[in-house]
Each structure stands twice: as C-alpha cells, then as structure tokens.
C-alpha cells in the first residue's frame, strides 16, 4: 500500500520529534572520565573542515563524513540530556527517533522510514539522536525463515548505508550495547560508556532537580545523605524528587508554609525502589505474567491485517467508481 493511501486512513506519521535544545553541559552531571570523552568529540567536530577539507581527506574517504556516537550505558545515565546539551552546544536543533514510531507493519516501509528520516535531519541540519537503538540497529538474523526476519535485516542495512553517507552528527543511545550489530563498531567514531554516578555526583544530581531560589526546602534536608544511602542512577533521583514534592504538597496545612523535608525524598525513593520491585515482577516472574510472545505470530497477525486493509481500499475505490458513474 502506498504512503498516501495509508496517510488517508491513519493520518501523517511523526516520525521524529524536534526538539529546541535548551540543556547545556552546566545541567550535565556525569563521571568525569565520560565527560571528558564528550568535551574530546566536541573538539573533533570542530575540526571536521580542517580534516575533510583543508586537509584534503574528503576527497579520499567519499562516505562517513560525518560524526556518529554511541552512548552506552543503563537507562538514567543522562544519555538523553548529554544528546541534547551536545545540540546546545553545537547551536542546532535535536531530532528526537524512537523505534516505535519507526516501526511499521508494512513489510519495507520501517527501512524507508530510516532513510527518511536522515533526510529530514539533512535538510534541517539537525543532530540525529536515536534513543533506545538497541530495537532499530538490532544484530541481524543469520537464518532466514520468517518475513519479519528479512525486514529486520533489510532496515539495519538500510541504516548502515545512510550512516556511511550522512554529513552530519548522528547520536546512538544503548541500554545493551551487546545487542547491535558488529557493523556498525566501524561506523561510530566514538563509543562512549555511561557509568551508573558515584556519591558524589550523585548529590549533585539530587540538587540539580531543585529550584535554587523556588522550592522550599527544610533544613533538615541533607543530600549528602541521600546520595551515600541510594546508589540510583539519575533518572530514578528525578523520579524521587518528583514523588517527594507530591508527598509534601499533600500535608496538611496552607500551601506557603509547606516544605520538602528529608522523609519526603526517602518516601519518594523508596517509592521508586517499590515501583522497580512490582515490575520485576511483572516483566520476570513467569506465573504473573505469561511466556514472552511469539515473533511468528506478530508476523502473521502484520500479514492478515495488510490483507483486511487492502481488501478495505479496494472497496472503497470500487465505491467511488461506482458514484461516479450514477
């Protein structure tokens, strides 16, 4: 089915989303080891006319002449606002891929998808970031027995060779580096790991989610504290802060005189810590939530539905040929 057709039933896919950058490297808090290998790939950037150009290599090396980074590392480890202060910094805007909007039940189309979007980010002269690639940039199937087996090889190659060709800077976020494929290791100029924080950039994690001169605080806050008694990654400090402000907002009392106090950010951590729990749970614990499902049926099930819309499309095509003529 063509593109316009599925447009009219479904409505234009949003395939990346833009961002205006505002985070700057001053919002990053990061091991230093990690934020050095930024700062160096920053450099690099920054000399890509002096290497192509004056230098004379973009007439021996006709592809990758652009930057692409791989940021690996667990989920909360600011690989998504590095991204972003990267753009800042580069003073260009940030074009947000995700998987799922990507992903297509036509068989072909998540590879045109790929190729579309690094035109988008051409014209726009936009960093590319795409965020969770462990699903787009997948290992490929070696044995070859089901049609979403094809389609999956078909659009990693296809993200290979726009890799090779792109001029600009494109960005892969990894939770399980291990999961891509080999290919592209020679491809990405810079493979940067995201460490879990230590204590002490830790506390300036939790203090960095604060307002410095609007959220109250109580004096008995003590984020040093905080930051020894949970070694959680950034993203979950966020969460804690955030469930610590609603806890507080709910005492009772007017509104002006509430404060943060430290038993709100324990209670918000040690919700985060009960949500991770009941989600363990229901991802691992097989009486709770059943057998993974199974890649063949999701196949079949794309098939059977392209067939319905199909069959949908030309009865309305025959309809309208049918009014034309009354």
Known sequence: MSDSLRDLFFGRRQLVETVAPRRTFADVVLPPATLEAIRHALALIRKQNLIFEQWGLAERHGGGLGLAFHFAGPPGTGKTIAAEAIATTLGRKLLVVRYAELESRWAGQTAKHVAAVFREAVESGAVLFFDEADAIAARRFTNLSQGYERDSNATVAVLLNELERFPGVVIFATNLATNIDPAFERRIRHHIRFEMPGPVERERIWRAQLHATKTPLAEDVNFTELAERFPRSGGDIKNAVLKAAQIATLEPGPDEAKRIEQRHFLRGMEGVEAAEHVMS????????????????????????FTIALTALAVALVALGVALAHR
């Not at 991802?283 to 049926?297: I, K, Q, T, V, W």
């Open 281 to 304: 749970q229901s991802l691992f614990d097989g009486r709770e939530a059943g057998p993974p499902p199974d890649p063949s049926l999701r196949a079949r099930d794309r098939v059977l």
